[in-house]
Every structure is written in structure tokens, then in C-alpha cells.
């Protein structure tokens, strides 16, 4: 093979796999772009952020994401629409953060 064949040889194949990567991607982005779309949607269905509401009212519905006070403890509610008393039972409320005895653990301990 003289020098110019292998000169031609080597441009068709730069070509080809330069065509072939140049598809490839298009073909990435595309799907990359369809999959990002979807994440994109699925986090504006998604509740608005945590909140905390304060103390759990009797009879006020709580939106999934809300974080109430409810006999020293903090329930985050699993639910929408949730009007369910928080530890009564049914997973609408996990507890978040149970409540401690009194501070008495953590006298003489503040800065």
C-alpha cells in the first residue's frame, strides 16, 4: 500500500467514525434532553418545599411535606389533604423528631 492509499484509507475512516460519533450524540442530547424534560417535570409536581406550621390544629389539612408540633414531638405528613391527628396510627404522619425529657438532660450544658 503506498503512502497515498493509506493517506485515503485513513480519511474515510476518520470520516465514518467522525459521522458515526456526530449521530451518536445527536442521538444522546436527544434522549438526554427528552430524560432532563421529565425530570424537570416530575419536580414541579412535587409539593412546595418542607414547612414547618407549628403547633398540629385539630381539623386544618396539611399538604405532604408539612412539619407540625404535636404533644413535644415533630410529625412530617405523608399525605395530602392530611387532617389525621399526627401518632394516631395509618402513616399519614411520620415522626421526625421525638420529644425529649423536659431538657433535663441538657441542663447546665447552654453556652
Known amino acids: 500500500m503506498s503512502s497515498?492509499?493509506?493517506q485515503a484509507a485513513m480519511d474515510e475512516l476518520f470520516t465514518s467514525v467522525k459521522g458515526f460519533v456526530e449521530r451518536?450524540?445527536?442521538?444522546?442530547?436527544g434522549k438526554?434532553?427528552?430524560?432532563?424534560?421529565?425530570?424537570?417535570?416530575?419536580?414541579?409536581?412535587?409539593?412546595?418545599?418542607?414547612s414547618y406550621?407549628?403547633?398540629?390544629?385539630?381539623g386544618k389539612?396539611?399538604?405532604?411535606?408539612m412539619f407540625v408540633t404535636h404533644q413535644g414531638s415533630v410529625w412530617a405528613s405523608m399525605v395530602?389533604?392530611?387532617?389525621?391527628q399526627p401518632g394516631a396510627g395509618g402513616g399519614s404522619w411520620v415522626l421526625a423528631v421525638k420529644r425529649g425529657r423536659d431538657g433535663r438532660d441538657a441542663a447546665g450544658t447552654a453556652a
Do not use: C, T
Open 4 to 6: 497515498n492509499q493509506f
Open 24 to 29: 451518536s450524540i445527536a442521538v444522546h442530547a
Open 32 to 50: 438526554s434532553a427528552e430524560m432532563l424534560e421529565q425530570v424537570l417535570e416530575r419536580l414541579d409536581n412535587q409539593p412546595p418545599g418542607l
Open 53 to 58: 406550621e407549628g403547633l398540629w390544629v385539630a
Open 61 to 65: 389539612s396539611y399538604s405532604k411535606g
Open 80 to 84: 395530602p389533604n392530611n387532617q389525621d
